[in-house]
């Protein structure tokens, strides 16, 4: 049976690229990898304010790299579909973390 994925673990779930994304371009990939390297560290802290500075910088991360999709798709580098796919899901990923932050 399927269980809904909460906490920083429903944020990371978004951050994987669609299958049809592959080769994800090194900008994304980057951008992508540091948001998790952040949230998995705010997950390990016991310091709040430590947490809630690691989730802020995650969720900016997700941000700038859902507008570098947007605009490689517009150069051409990146698929529409694919950069719909990863807009709609790094911004949801960001948006579970702003709402994660506010609640600690």
Do not use: Y
């Not at 994987?16 to 390297?37: V, W």
């Not at 991360?61 to 990146?78: E, I, Q, Y």
Request: proline residues 5%.
């Amino acid at each position: 049976m399927f269980q809904p994925v909460t906490g920083l673990e429903a944020a990371t779930c978004l951050m994987t690229s669609p299958a049809f994304c592959q080769p994800l371009p090194k900008a994304l990939a980057k951008a992508m990898d540091q948001a998790q390297g952040w949230i998995t560290s705010a997950g390990a802290t016991s310091h709040h304010g430590r947490a809630k500075q690691l989730m802020e910088r995650a969720s900016r991360t997700l941000k700038r790299a859902a507008k570098k999709a947007t605009k490689l798709s517009r150069k051409g580098s990146l698929s529409p579909a694919c950069a719909a796919a990863l807009n709609r899901n790094l911004l949801e990923a960001s948006s579970r973390l702003t709402q994660l932050r506010k609640s600690l």
